[in-house]
């Protein structure tokens, strides 16, 4: 039998109630009472866990108690080659619970003279050369605020080197073409969640073994990328807290929560990030504050949920297909604001076919809000074949429901063409009746179409057009924008029933790296031209120049009491 005092306490912990733990953590412990404390053949370095703990103590922070159970394991070794026990270390948390915080203090101290192992590098490898650099900027930090460090540590602006034991904390890249196995003693890898394979992890793990105590901990928050490397570990983890594989194959500390019902409450949060277990700590409390507020956002959009749910509470998102809007978010926009004449405005025009549908709108930046002014086109001939166009109540079949083409015609939001194609100079033409009222700077296409328009746009005196090369990544990198508009309530489209309909058509799937892709929930009958010109106009919105509804401000004025 052994024990150490940290990870008994953390077990009496949870058995007594004062801390809750989710299932995998459960697992953990269970199989360290009955397969890994039992044994005799294992010691703690209590001595080294504890110059640790008052290390991280003086010169960085102090350890909360999960963080001490965590030291203690890594300092658990076998009797007959004083070798780890645990010699690659899998760290999942939600975002914010200190993990790269932990790193640095277990990196510093791993370098130094307390620990005792002379040469022994440690290695910190990261999809970036920034998120490298992550551990190593709040070293020197650390060595910049107290100056007794500069006896045993220098610090080399990309490295960190002990004078004493000639170690080197050293960030690396994960590009496995570049690179081979090197000296280190422990290999960090950071970000796993965002590995698509385990490549890089073979390459610098082949480095291991060449100095004593050699390690890796591999720590990250759950991820978008699906059966990569960050699953094939968690798998691997399971087999191992359920007894398939030997304790020593890997040290799996996940925190996480269980069941998405569990969100809810936040008294489960501790579950997915031990920085809220009670009482809690000035940081926890910061952090607490600010994941709640986040929390509060995610009520009315499901992609801010879906990624609440990964990020900070480490439980993957099954299902990364979302309306790009709540119900309630699209009707908000259903506000009329007037645009003074002369107002600066960003056109934009989504022409996806020539045969079908095609959008045209202005963008306006008024008192604040984001005010468009749409108009859309279709040919006759595509939508009587497709929407239902013209086609009687008593021929209409099944459970088939059109769109209201006739009342939109009606209220002067679209406009059926008799035309085979969608002609470049009816486009034009529509912007061309409107800068005589408003000050139109830049008309945005993108480029499938930009071919077919541009000599009409041209002819017509337009010369200030911008082409989207790709629409793909301009969508990526405006969702954010899209998704605070709308819950902000900063969109004015008027009552203009097809463009809640084109928004109510976008389905937004999160791809493998986190970032966003508009999409049509069906192809052919539930069209995006409306949104997706929108969209290409917010990516020049931050061009216009804010107006202000004139007569308001004086009706605000006149009821100032001077």
Not at 503 to 515: F, Q, S, Y
């Amino acid at each position: 039998m052994i024990s150490n005092k940290y990870v008994n306490d953390y077990i009496e912990s949870y058995k007594n109630g004062s801390i809750r733990l989710n299932t995998r953590r459960i697992k953990l412990v269970n199989r360290l009472e009955h397969d890994v404390l039992t044994r005799d053949d294992l010691y703690f370095d209590d001595k080294r866990i504890d110059d640790l703990i008052a290390f991280s103590d003086k010169y960085f922070f102090a350890h909360t108690d999960f963080q001490k159970f965590c030291d203690a394991l890594l300092f658990l070794y076998r009797k007959s080659t004083k070798e780890p026990f645990f010699d690659r270390i899998l760290l999942v948390l939600g975002r914010g619970a200190g993990k790269n915080g932990w790193l640095s203090t277990v990196a510093t101290f791993l370098v130094s003279e307390l620990n005792g192992v002379k040469n022994y590098n440690v290695g910190i490898v990261a999809t970036s050369e920034d998120q490298a650099m992550t551990s190593v900027d709040e070293i020197n930090q650390v060595i910049d605020d107290n100056p007794q460090m500069n006896n045993s540590f220098e610090s080399l602006k990309k490295s960190i080197a002990s004078k004493t034991m000639h170690g080197k904390i050293t960030p690396r890249t994960s590009n496995v073409k570049t690179k081979d196995g090197k000296r280190d003693s422990l290999v960090v890898f950071d970000e796993i969640h965002a590995y698509e394979s385990d490549a890089i992890v073979n390459v610098f793990e082949s480095g291991l073994g060449k100095v004593p105590e050699s390690r890796s901990i591999m720590i990250g928050s759950m991820g978008y990328v699906r059966g990569g490397f960050m699953d094939k570990k968690l798998d691997l983890a399971d087999k191992v807290l359920n007894g398939d594989r030997p304790m020593d194959t890997l040290l799996p500390i996940i925190a996480q929560l269980d069941d998405e019902k569990q969100l809810d409450d936040p008294d489960n949060w501790e579950l997915a990030n031990p920085m809220f277990v009670k009482p809690l700590s000035d940081y926890g409390k910061r952090l607490f504050n600010k994941v709640k507020k986040q929390y509060q956002e995610t009520t009315e959009s499901d992609s801010q949920r879906a990624e609440f749910l990964t990020k900070r509470m480490n439980l993957p998102a099954t299902d990364t297909t979302k309306s790009v809007a709540t119900k309630d978010e699209i009707l908000a926009t259903n506000v009329e604001i007037e645009v003074p004449q002369g107002a600066m405005a960003i056109g934009a025009v989504d022409f996806s076919s020539v045969r079908d549908f095609t959008a045209v709108g202005l963008l306006f930046n008024v008192d604040g809000k984001f005010v468009w002014k749409t108009h859309s086109f279709a040919t006759k001939k595509f939508v009587e074949t497709h929407m239902g166009y013209n086609l009687p109540e008593t021929e209409i079949k099944g459970s088939r429901v059109f769109a209201p083409l006739k009342d939109w015609e009606s209220r002067g939001d679209l406009t059926i063409l008799d035309s085979e194609i969608i002609s470049p100079s009816v486009v034009v033409d529509w912007f061309d009746t409107r800068r005589e009222i408003y000050q139109i700077t830049r008309i945005v296409i993108d480029t499938f179409r930009a071919d077919f328009l541009r000599q009409a746009f041209l002819n017509a005196g337009f010369d200030n057009f911008d082409v989207i090369r790709s629409p793909r990544s301009v969508t990526s990198l405006l969702a954010p924008r899209v998704e605070a508009g709308f819950a902000n309530r900063e969109f004015a489209w008027g009552d203009v029933p097809i463009m809640r309909w084109y928004t109510w058509n976008v389905l937004v799937k999160v791809k493998p790296d986190g970032n966003r892709e508009y999409l049509k929930k069906e192809e052919r009958r539930r069209k995006t031209d409306g949104f997706m010109a929108f969209l290409y106009a917010l990516y020049r919105a931050d061009e216009l120049e804010e107006s202000f509804n004139l007569d308001e401000s004086i009706n605000l004025m006149m009821e100032v009491n001077f």
